[in-house]
């Protein structure tokens, strides 16, 4: 059964940077597209990333060229690189698997809050 936890969430000032990691335990990553979904309060949840298990990568418009998904099947583990972050970046984060970046996602995580603010 797919389970992904989340971490590496926290406070940072706008401009600032975090990394958050996604790791799975009790199977193997590398047969799974992964993806990035967040959620702030008194919205929709919405997705973020997802980075295929050949390594394709897409986005949302609104991280486009400031938030990079990138996997180490070593490690079993994908992260979310996020820079240039704004107060509207903040959101709880989760990820979650399928076989396909266009399938249905299981195995979400407990998820982890991010907040920018000054």
């Known amino acids: 059964q797919l389970q992904l936890v989340e971490s590496g969430g926290g406070l940072v000032q706008p401009g600032g940077s975090l990394r958050l990691s996604c790791a799975a335990s009790g199977f193997t990553l590398n047969y799974y597209a992964i993806g990035w979904f967040r959620q702030a309060p008194g919205k929709e949840r919405e997705g973020v990333s997802c980075?295929?298990?050949?390594?394709?990568?897409g986005y949302a418009d609104s991280v486009k060229g400031r938030f990079t998904i990138s996997r180490d099947n070593a490690k079993n583990t994908v992260y979310l690189q996020m820079n240039s972050l704004k107060p509207e970046d903040t959101a709880v984060f989760y990820c979650a698997g399928a076989r396909s970046c266009g399938g249905t996602m299981t195995g979400w995580g407990q998820g982890t809050q991010v907040t920018v603010s000054s």
């Open positions: 980075i295929s298990s050949s390594g394709s990568t």
